[in-house]
């Protein structure tokens, strides 16, 4: 329904610091367009794409500036024609940009309030293979999921189903989670007592000597780490821009 996952599109106010922050963890920089009027680059571990979009006064923004506060960007060709089958099937946008100078964008928010921007196009190119494609790419580890903090949530839950991702089976570990697959992202629903902001969760069965090699360059886990988890194979690193990142010692 929503289209072709593209990026977890980040508002950062310094979007040289935060390029730095991923690239020292293994992403790479990947090819942009000249879509956005404002500072805008992607990074990528070969899993997942990083939008990082550096806003200034008078730019036409895709996330807002909210630090720590991800948009989840797709794209769907012919997006104004796609607009009035969105609404049909429940999906009121909250801003439509499809005039015949725009960029089409739409921006919708889920009852959880996680935002959600629909693209007309691509806004960087693909990343090439690479060798090892089935190993994780960064120090982080695999990316496993992005995971909101609204597990319980019936009404959540109902809206991603709606647009297409497929619910699992509840799981407790490493920490409970109700898990959604979907095309190119899958999702996870965590507690809001477990971890009150959305995470990007990395997951690595030696996430312990992951750990070593991230103190090793520099990194120090941030505080918020989910209770019940063992701080010495499990951690949380925090962006400049106030990104989550939830390294945990699972399986991929």
Same mark, same amino acid.
């Given at each position: /329904? ?27 920089? #990947?090819? %942009? ?9 992607? #990074?990528?571990? !070969? ?14 923004? %895709? ?27 429940? =999906? ?13 964008? #739409?921006?919708?928010?889920?009852? !959880?309030?996680?935002?959600? @921007? ?5 806004? =960087? ?6 060798? +090892? ?9 695999? =990316?496993?999921?992005?995971? /909101? ?20 089976? %509840? ?12 095309? +190119? ?14 995470? #990007? ?5 030696? /996430? ?10 520099? =990194?120090?886990?941030?505080? !918020? ?9 499990? @951690? ?13 010692? @699972?399986?991929?």
């Amino acid at each position: /329904m929503f289209g072709r996952f593209l990026e977890i599109s980040l508002a950062t106010p310094d979007i040289a610091a935060s390029v730095q922050f991923y690239e020292r963890l293994g992403f790479v920089q #990947l090819t %942009t367009n000249d879509t956005w009027h404002h500072p805008y680059g992607v #990074l990528s571990d !070969g899993h997942v794409n990083l939008g990082l979009h550096q806003h200034v006064a008078g730019s036409a923004p %895709t996330p807002a500036p909210a630090p720590g506060a991800p948009l989840l960007s797709f794209v769907h060709p012919d997006l104004a024609r796609h607009a009035a089958r969105l609404m049909r099937a429940g =999906f009121e946008p909250r801003q439509r940009h499809l005039g015949d100078e725009d960029f089409h964008r #739409l921006e919708l928010c889920d009852p !959880g309030q996680q935002r959600i @921007a629909l693209l007309e196009a691509r806004t =960087f190119s693909p990343a090439a293979p690479r060798p +090892g494609a089935g190993q994780p790419e960064s120090l982080c580890g695999w =990316f496993s999921a992005y995971s /909101m903090p609204a597990l319980g949530n019936r009404a959540v839950c109902a809206f991603w189903e709606r647009a297409g991702f497929v619910a699992l089976e %509840t799981q407790e570990a490493p920490l409970a989670h109700l898990p959604l697959t979907g095309d +190119g992202l899958s999702l996870a629903l965590h507690a809001l007592r477990t971890l009150p902001v959305p995470a #990007l969760v990395f997951t690595d069965p030696a /996430m312990r000597v992951k750990l070593s090699a991230l103190q090793a360059a520099g =990194f120090a886990p941030a505080t !918020g780490l989910p209770a019940g988890l063992n701080p010495h194979e499990n @951690a949380v690193l925090e962006a400049p821009e106030g990104t989550r990142l939830l390294l945990l010692a @699972a399986e991929p």
